[in-house]
């Protein structure tokens, strides 16, 4: 997939439960299904560092941060979409300061329903293509908690390694859980 792809096309990817996941980036009249997104999403999961409702970003302020990244050559951010509605949001971002550009930090989230279906190994696929065509961009971060088997799996599938954990860096709800990090050298 060229570089052109993430400015103005997207890609379609045929489902394990036969829907069509078109992958493209957000624009600004994306931001309201965005923000929705990230609030049901959040509620759907324990996965993640924010809950049901407490995605704070309004509509205005997602949709300047959208335009923000849109001209920033450092960041591909991409939806996920099935029949129109936004079925995943992800992220890959690198540094401008020129001793550290050669990181990069990913994030994922799919909406419940269509976990397992392998919209995170179509999105991921398309993140770690992003950065090998970004020489400069050498190691891929991330971090997960450690009872989220399932990502875990997926990431060690793309050839992430453990590299160390932050002990009880979740608390949902009273609960602890440390974080598992885990890089990516390309």
């Known amino acids: 997939m060229s570089a052109n ?13 036969g829907s069509n996941l078109v992958i493209r980036r957000p624009v600004a009249e994306d931001a309201e299904k965005m923000v929705e997104y990230l609030n049901i999403v ?43 509605n936004i079925v995943s ?33 179509a999105v991921m696929s398309e993140l770690i293509e992003f950065a090998k065509e970004h020489d400069i961009i050498k190691n891929i971060s991330l971090g997960v908690k450690a009872s989220n088997l399932s990502a875990l799996k997926l990431y060690e599938k793309f050839g992430f390694i453990k590299v160390g954990a932050h002990k009880n860096f979740f608390n949902v709800n009273g609960v602890f859980d440390d974080e598992i990090l885990m890089d990516l050298y390309l």
């Open 42 to 84: 959040g509620g759907e999961s324990d996965n993640l560092l924010f809950g049901k409702g407490e995605f704070r970003l309004s509509v205005e302020k997602e949709a300047e941060y959208i335009k923000s990244i849109s001209s920033d050559n450092n960041i591909l951010m991409l939806l996920g979409i099935i029949d129109n």
């Open 89 to 121: 949001v992800a992220q890959i971002t690198s540094s401008n300061r020129k001793r550290i550009a050669h990181n990069a930090e990913i994030s994922i989230s799919v909406k419940k329903e269509y976990w397992g279906t392998g919209i995170g190994s």
């Open 5 to 17: 792809f993430y400015h103005n096309n997207s890609k379609q990817v045929h489902l394990k439960n």
